[in-house]
Nanobody, 125 residues
Framework: QVQLVESGGGLVQAGGSLRLSCAASGRTFSNYAMGWFRQAPGKEREFVAAVSWSSGRIYYGDSVKGRFTISRDNAKNTVYVQMNSLKPEDTAVYYC??????????????????WGQGTQVTVSS
């Protein structure tokens, strides 16, 4: 079994920054992709960003391009998302997810095998 634990969420003013972390533990894999999604109240879970094992492939959702940066440290089994120029519409619960093997269908929730519990990000105007 794999456990994913997100951290770094909180309350920030519009224009501010936050960095979320997601640490993976438990069963290990030699190759896995990681993604970030978010879900606001009453809305569907939305793709934020994804990164392949080698970080050679990185993708972003249209709403966060140019503001968010995903990265990973495989030695620490941790993935990060640096969120800059935050907007009130970025308010959501942010989830990290793990996809065993190559990064495929990176924006689809059903392509991921494991999920964290989520961390709340609130951006005030």
């Amino acid at each position: 079994q794999v456990q994913l634990v997100e951290s770094g969420g909180g309350l920030v003013q519009a224009g501010g920054s936050l960095r979320l972390s997601c640490a993976a533990s438990g069963r290990t894999f030699s190759n896995y992709a990681m993604g970030w999604f978010r879900q606001a109240p009453g809305k569907e879970r939305e793709f934020v960003a994804a990164v392949s094992w080698s970080s050679g492939r990185i993708y972003y959702g249209d709403s966060v391009k140019g503001r968010f940066t995903i990265s990973r440290d495989n030695a620490k089994n941790t993935v990060y998302v640096q969120m800059n120029s935050l907007k009130p519409e970025d308010t959501a619960v942010y989830y990290c997810a793990l996809q065993v093997g190559r990064l495929l269908s990176f924006s689809q929730t059903n392509a991921y095998d494991y999920w964290g519990q989520g961390t709340q990000v609130t951006v005030s105007s």
